[in-house]
């Protein structure tokens, strides 16, 4: 016959194993293991190596309109190289951009010309006007009247009260040019080289495409941006 105390002892055992399942189990629910056995470690997804994006195609000549007999050229007009501009001639940005484009001129002789587009922005209160002021020193003295008014207006400023004087000063019949400029003839055109700078991607100005005559490849220079990074356009379409 056991003594109590062995009963008690025996008990005190029995109680220990239990505790000791009852321990094992809680483990194995809390690390996800099997009862007894070690938990494996879940390894880690690596994240991949960042490598640069490649580089953006030259995109093609798509969307652009095609120069044609109502557009201005200034240079030569066999160039290989085309400057298409859409300006706002009472834009500060157009006004710091234009002496950039007559260096280009002169630095890349027949190589390159020269067309400008309007596109005045509606919160330039003489901007429009200016743009028809344009067309019209083009009808009545030609191509070089166009770019003589377009020279003058930024050097002096865009001032509706003063085109009648511009246009005096490089020599045309001023009652004759303020007569084509209040009559708003030169409206519509202008807004359609607007619309025609919209859907080439322009989205203010100076918006500046660079087009290969050849190749029909073109390099965007947006804004009053420096000689180099013109050149740097010119020279990547040229090879």
């Not at 005190?12 to 239990?18: N, R």
């Not at 209040?182 to 202008?190: C, E, F, L, W």
């Not at 359609?192 to 203010?204: D, Y």
């Given at each position: 016959m056991s003594t109590p105390q062995q009963e008690t002892k025996m008990w005190?055992?029995?109680?220990?194993?239990?505790v000791g399942i009852l321990v094992g189990f809680a483990a194995s629910k809390m690390t996800g293991a099997p009862?007894?056995?070690t938990p494996t470690a879940v390894p880690t997804a690596q994240q991949p190596t960042p490598t640069a994006p490649a580089e953006?195609?030259?995109?093609e000549y798509a969307d652009i309109k095609a120069v044609d007999a109502t557009d201005h050229i200034r240079g030569n007009a066999d160039a290989t190289i085309t400057i298409l501009e859409y300006s706002d001639l009472e834009c500060p940005f157009c006004a710091r951009v234009?002496?950039?484009?007559?260096?280009?001129?002169?630095?890349?002789?027949d190589k390159v010309n020269w067309v400008y587009r309007h596109y005045p922005l509606s919160f330039h209160?003489?901007?429009?006007?200016?743009?028809?002021?344009?067309?019209?020193?083009?009808?009545l003295?030609?191509?070089d009247k166009f770019w003589a008014m377009v020279d003058m207006i930024y050097e002096k400023g865009a001032d509706n009260t003063q085109l009648g004087t511009y246009a005096k000063e490089i020599g045309l019949n001023q009652t004759a040019f303020q007569t084509c400029v209040?009559?708003?003839?030169?409206?519509?055109?202008?807004a359609?080289?607007?619309?025609?700078?919209?859907?080439?991607?322009?989205?203010?100005t100076p918006g500046n495409l660079i087009i290969n005559n050849k190749t029909k490849k073109v390099a965007v220079v947006s804004g009053a941006q420096p000689l180099e990074n013109f050149k740097t356009a010119i020279d990547g379409l040229l090879k």
């Open positions: 005190f055992g029995i109680a220990m194993v239990l009862v007894g056995k953006d195609p030259v995109p234009h002496p950039t484009i007559k260096q280009l001129l002169e630095d890349y002789g209160a003489n901007a429009q006007k200016s743009a028809e002021a344009s067309e019209c020193a083009a009808e003295g030609g191509n209040d009559s708003g003839k030169y409206a519509t055109k202008t359609e080289m607007m619309q025609s700078g919209t859907k080439a991607g322009i989205q203010g």
